[in-house]
């Protein structure tokens, strides 16, 4: 009974398999640029790029937490311009918000029926997914994460940035600036998602161990609507009026800072301001000296890091546990460097 | 009808600015009002005491900026809450406002004021599809509003690109919530009082406002009477629409920009605000005034708890709690004032 | 041997108001006590106490010589007392089965055992001589077929004894009226005692045993019904003598003959038929004809409130086509509807509102505002020249008397300045004294040059008050009768008459 269960399997595997490889034919012009530059020579490896780009088209499904976000634009577009570069073929497909597990989980569904060659798959609830990852392995669709992971071991690796350590690093900065004491708050995204939660403890660790003259006096929550991290962060610019440093763990979160500080009429500086991720408002904010600074990620290094370990993937080599694509410190006086530039997406 | 007597005395006698018969409140919704009030002046000195740093001007000032945005849905939806309907998709509806105000003052190059009452007008054309759909195809509120709640939030996402509109190049655009005409006021906070007032006019003293309870006390008795309610109703729609453009002008000045991805809740938000302010979901009774109180309580309630660091989760706990507390008190008060018996 | 139910010296106040004083009742088994008393006189309160939704502030009550506390409407059930309200608690999407056992279906753990429903619904729908099914949709009976189901539900308890029943036959038409006599009188050849309230002094004669009159909260008294004259009766409940002139039918109208209202071949999709008829300035024209034969329908065609699929309707001359009430209003005709508080009055709202609705126009001003001194100016004009008792313009509609609601609807159409008034059902649940008041009214309307329409289920008001009669029966009209020397009989041959007879072709 399993024996022919497994053979019907992948009996659909091959057939798909041989689909794609006939549906990869005629686009083969596309991929004439193979040369494999470095990027951020994380995980590029040149084995796995050309063995892509000989087989045809391997078919490659990304599942991500959102397609509207900048960020999930800027790793769609790293993707696709690994995805060129490899010689494969990726769909990308996200829910409209973030709250929309469900719809996600449809998305990944689909993708498994699909029967693609690989999986990527950002997770919005590590829990719910573990079900349908398994499905995946079932059907032996290798599956490889990236951004958020899902709780099962099934997964080949996950491409994203190490959460703690950003958050790590955002406090580091914040110390910095504000000389090593006095009161700070977060102001964060989520309370349930991974990425919001480490970002979060990230600092709130970092400052708890190194630095005893700092503390964090509120943690609240504006789900990255602007509107109400901004009302959150004014309440608590009132509640603490020796207040010196606010962190926004995302984009919302951060602008919602910056329109605070703004709205209440406070000088660019007079209450150090640290972001996460990047967006044309953080920018200025940083130009005009509102905000001390950012930590962003390499979301076109995710996209490019999801897409190559995919390839590898499919084909049989081994994976690190996981990659991470980095995160970086960004402020007033290197924000226009030219490889800054590359992971400030607008 | 005791209560009667004394509504005529009191109404006489505390409300002398009050127009003529038929436009004064009645003794219950004036119940209410105090009601809310009193709780209003009870959570700011509650949170007053409770942190030294929730009463000062600055903070006041930021309370009454948070309540801008929500409190412009909510006293216009107020109007169609009390003919017995009901709009969900003011919240996503407002995005989709700003992101056309955005799209006319940037892509293209519109002056401010094309884009401001562009913005409003557009509001206006959603709440007139609202009300086409609810008296002409026949559709129960609900749905018909849900319906354009989802329709809003896809049309915001198409019509952005799925990205941010800035508008912070826009001379002046900014200026329409956070200038301050008014020392210490944010604009913002002086457009949802106007508009309140306007709004209070309207429903108390013009044949739409009379119309607005007539349909809500009995639709069929209204339609009866020889009144083509359908048209009342389309004007109640779009006025509430209106409303939700100038929201999402006033949202997207106060941001500089217009998020596509926003709005999703608010109309819950708002819906709150105008139950705690009295108004019945039954339709016929309710006030703008109430409304504002309303949507005050929510937003002093959210700031004082943040004032005192308590967690998000139990500050949305809370508000659930205040929302309950609000319309089981309305509704002791109204068996209270009609257990009253035949007489 | 012991009453079955005593009520002695019970009182009840609300914040400002008595509602009843000493009130004593006194009630033995098999026995039928009518209770009358005009709107207000504490009929509805004392219910309320008996069926444990308010309780007295002093008294006592006494069921089969045990003195009780009824302390909810549980409660009540269990000493015996059902209740059949005015307004009746079925379920419209559930079978007549399903309704009168709701909540102690027969079960087996948590299924509804169906089949053992049906048989117990049955048997005792057979044993009451009912003839419905136990498996009919309630939605789908008749109102009186409802109230036989509201009947059979209160006597499933096995314990009722006592059954109130509020005004039961305002809303059935003579024929139901006569089935649920007779299922009275087997009640009481069962034991069962009923307190009987109603309007209809007719009634009364024919199924009460003793009648016990209250006005104004306090208890007048109570008579043998064979002892006492209607006259008497309503002297009780008013407080002196009315003019019992009842032989006041207006004299037939001289010949102003200009036609205000014409209606020809009216037809609609599922029940009228062709009807025709004309009606003149000055004159008042009554509606006569069973339940369903089609009147207020007749009367929502011509004013569009539902469509026609045939037929013409000429204002004065001038044939139109009236697509609603907003429409009918602009060429002159008001229909005041039947169900008042559902159809005519915005119950919540104060006097003035109601009053200026249809009239609004009138009342704006620049811009759409209101002149609120105008429209209370008006407002109490109307008060005072159709007596409207009310404290002032500010009350509140549902806080008035059915008689002053009525009279608020019609200063409503009044202030509109309507040629034709269609009245549907004018005197329903309003009191006697008030009832006079209204005929009145209309009469002097009618002098005054309007037309009117009078929709009656009441054979004496539509004789009192017609100068001729247009008679119904299964939607179309099967007479139309000047008001002459003609008495109910000639009437009712007409409404009852079967149409297939003769005018299916």
């Known amino acids: 009974m399993k024996n022919t269960r497994v053979a019907l399997l992948s009996m659909a595997a091959a057939t798909a398999l041989t689909l794609s490889a006939c549906g990869g ?74 709250t929309e597990v469900d719809a996600q989980l449809q998305m990944l569904r689909s993708a498994i029926e699909r029967q693609p060659d690989a999986i990527g798959y950002a997770a919005l609830d590590p829990e719910a997914c573990i079900p349908l990852l398994e499905q995946a392995q079932e059907a032996e669709i290798p599956v490889v994460e990236f951004d958020a992971g899902c709780n099962t071991d099934i997964e080949k690796t996950i491409a994203k940035t190490d959460s703690l350590a950003a958050g790590a690093l955002a406090a580091e900065h914040m110390a910095e600036l504000i000389d090593n004491e006095g009161k700070v708050a977060v102001v964060a995204h989520s309370q349930i ?114 897409v190559d370990s995919a390839v590898k993937a499919i084909e049989g080599e081994e994976l690190p546990e996981e990659i991470d694509t980095g995160s970086y410190w960004v402020d007033q006086s290197n924000i226009d460097d030219e490889d800054i530039q590359a992971m400030l997406y607008e | 009808m005791t209560d009667t007597t004394t509504t005529d005395a009191a109404a006489t006698s505390t409300a002398p600015t009050a127009a003529g018969p038929g436009w004064r409140q009645s003794l219950g919704q004036r119940l209410q009002q105090a009601l809310a009030f009193g709780t209003l002046i009870a959570l700011v000195a509650f949170f007053s005491v409770a942190s030294p740093n929730f009463f000062t001007i600055s903070n006041l000032s930021s309370i009454l900026l948070a309540t801008a945005v929500i409190g412009i849905l909510a006293v216009g939806t107020t109007f169609v809450i009390i003919t017995g309907g009901i709009d ?48 002409v195809l026949g559709l129960p509120p609900f749905i018909a509003t849900l319906a354009m709640m989802m329709m809003a939030q896809g049309l915001a996402l198409v019509l952005s690109g799925v990205r941010p509109i800035y508008l912070s190049g826009v001379p002046g655009f900014q200026q329409i919530a956070l200038g301050q005409l008014v020392p210490r006021i944010p604009n913002a906070v002086l457009i949802l009082f106007g508009l309140a007032l306007l ?132 509704n002791l008060r109204k068996r209270r004032a009609e257990g009253g018996g035949p007489v | 041997m012991t009453r079955l139910l005593e009520i002695r010296d019970v009182s009840k106040g609300f914040p400002g108001v008595q509602a009843l004083q000493g009130v004593t009742l006194e009630l033995s088994r098999g026995e039928v006590l009518a209770l009358v008393g005009e709107n207000g006189a504490g009929k509805s309160t004392l219910m309320k106490i008996l069926s444990g939704i308010y309780t007295r502030d002093s008294g006592t009550i006494t069921v089969d010589g045990q ?100 005004e039961p036959t305002s809303a059935i038409s003579l024929s139901e009226t006569k089935v649920l006599f007779r299922l009275i009188r087997s009640l009481r050849e069962r034991g069962v005692g009923i307190v009987y309230i109603s309007h209809r002094m007719e009634e009364l004669r024919q199924i009460a045993d003793r009648v016990s009159v209250l006005r104004d909260g306090q208890y007048i008294g109570t008579r043998d019904i064979s002892d006492v004259t209607d006259a008497e009766i309503i002297a009780m409940m008013v407080g002196r003598e009315l003019s019992q002139r009842h032989d006041d039918r207006p004299r037939p109208r001289r010949a102003a003959e200009d036609v205000v209202l014409s209606v020809r071949g009216l037809s609609t999709r599922t029940l009228l038929r062709e009807v025709s008829f004309d009606l003149h300035r000055g004159e008042i024209l009554g509606f006569a004809g069973l339940m369903g034969a089609g009147r207020t329908e007749t009367a929502r065609a011509v004013i569009g409130a539902d469509p026609m699929t045939d037929g013409t309707v000429t204002v004065h001359g001038k044939q139109v086509r009236i697509t609603g009430p907003d429409v009918a209003v602009r060429h002159g005709i008001g229909y005041l509807p039947e169900d ?18 249809s009239a609004l126009r009138s009342f704006r001003g620049p811009a759409g505002f209101l002149r609120g001194r105008k429209a209370s100016e008006v407002t109490d004009s109307y008060i005072e020249s159709l007596r409207i ?87 179309r009209v099967t007479g139309v009768l000047d008001n002459e020397g003609l008495d109910q009989e000639a009437v009712m041959e007409l409404a009852t008459k079967n149409i297939d007879e003769g005018a299916a072709a």
């Open chain 2, 199 to 330: 709004l209070g006019i309207i429903l108390t003293k013009t044949v739409l406002g009379r119309m607005t309870y007539a349909i809500g006390s009995n639709a069929e008795a209204t339609r009866l009477s020889g009144i083509n309610t359908r048209r009342w109703l389309l004007g109640v729609y779009a006025l509430a629409g209106a409303c939700t453009g100038l929201a999402g002008v006033v949202m997207a000045s106060r941001l500089s920009s217009a998020q596509p991805q926003l709005g999703m809740g608010y109309e819950l938000q708002a819906i709150a605000a105008v139950i705690i302010g009295g108004t019945s979901l039954m339709g016929g009774r309710g006030s703008i005034l109430g409304t504002l109180i309303g949507a005050l309580i929510m937003s002093v309630l959210i700031n004082g708890l943040r004032i005192m660091a308590v967690q998000s989760e139990w500050q949305t706990v809370v508000t659930g709690i205040v929302v309950l507390v609000a319309v089981f008190a309305d």
């Open chain 1, 193 to 306: 998602n991974s990425t919001g939660v480490e970002r979060r403890d990230g600092f709130v660790n970092k400052i708890e161990e190194d630095y005893p003259d700092i503390e964090v006096v509120d943690i609240q929550y504006g789900d990255g609507d602007h509107l109400k991290s901004a009302d959150i962060a004014k309440a608590m610019i009132s509640a603490n009026p020796d207040l010196k440093g606010l962190y926004g763990t995302n984009e919302g979160s951060a602008i919602g800072v910056v329109n605070a500080v703004n709205e209440l009429g406070m000088q660019p500086g007079e209450l150090t301001i640290v972001g996460f991720d990047s967006g044309q408002a953080q920018i200025d904010a940083i130009k005009s000296g509102v905000m001390a600074g950012l930590i962003t990620q390499d979301p076109q290094g995710i996209g490019r890091a999801t």
């Open chain 3, 389 to 475: 008792k009310t404290p002032s313009g500010r009350a509140r509609v549902k806080n008035l008397s059915g008689g002053n609601q009525q009279k608020v609807v019609i200063a409503k159409w009044l202030a509109r300045d309507c040629d034709v008034l269609i009245f549907d059902e004018p005197t329903r649940g309003i009191d006697v004294g008030a009832k006079e008041e209204i005929y009145r009214l209309l009469a002097d309307l009618a002098e005054q040059g309007k037309a009117i329409i009078v929709i009656s289920s009441e054979l004496p008001e539509v004789l009192r008050l017609s100068h001729r009669i247009v008679v119904m029966s299964q939607g």
């Open chain 3, 67 to 166: 003195e009780v506390e009824i302390a909810g409407p549980r409660e009540a059930q269990q000493l015996g007392i059902s209740i059949i309200h005015q307004e009746m608690n079925l379920l419209p999407h559930l079978t007549v089965g399903q309704n009168i056992f709701i909540g102690r279906e027969p079960r087996l753990g948590p299924f509804v055992q169906e089949r053992a429903l049906r048989r117990r619904t049955q048997a005792l729908l057979d044993e009451l001589g009912i003839g419905l099914s136990a498996t009919a949709m309630v939605g789908d009976l008749t109102v009186a077929q409802q109230q036989m189901v509201e009947i059979a539900k209160a006597l499933s308890f096995e314990s009722t004894k006592i059954l109130i029943m509020d």
């Open chain 3, 340 to 357: 008042r508080k559902r159809h005519g009055l915005m119950l919540e709202q104060d006097v003035v509102f109601n009053l200026t609705m």
């Open chain 1, 25 to 98: 034919g005629g686009s083969d012009e596309l991929v004439e640029d193979p040369a494999a530059e470095g990027e951020g020579g994380d995980a590029a490896a040149a084995s796995g790029e050309s063995g892509g780009a000989q087989d045809g088209e391997y078919d490659i499904a990304l599942v991500s937490k959102g397609f509207q976000h900048q960020f999930w634009q800027a790793v769609q577009s790293g993707a696709e311009e690994k995805a060129e570069e490899l010689g494969v073929s990726i769909t990308f497909d996200g829910p409209a918000s973030e």
């Open chain 2, 88 to 135: 969900l998709s003011i919240g996503t509806g407002m995005t989709l406002c700003s992101v056309v105000t955005g799209l006319l003052l940037t892509n293209m190059g519109m002056p401010l004021v094309v884009g401001v009452l562009g913005g409003i007008a557009f509001g206006a054309l959603l709440g007139f599809v609202n009300g086409f759909n609810v008296t």
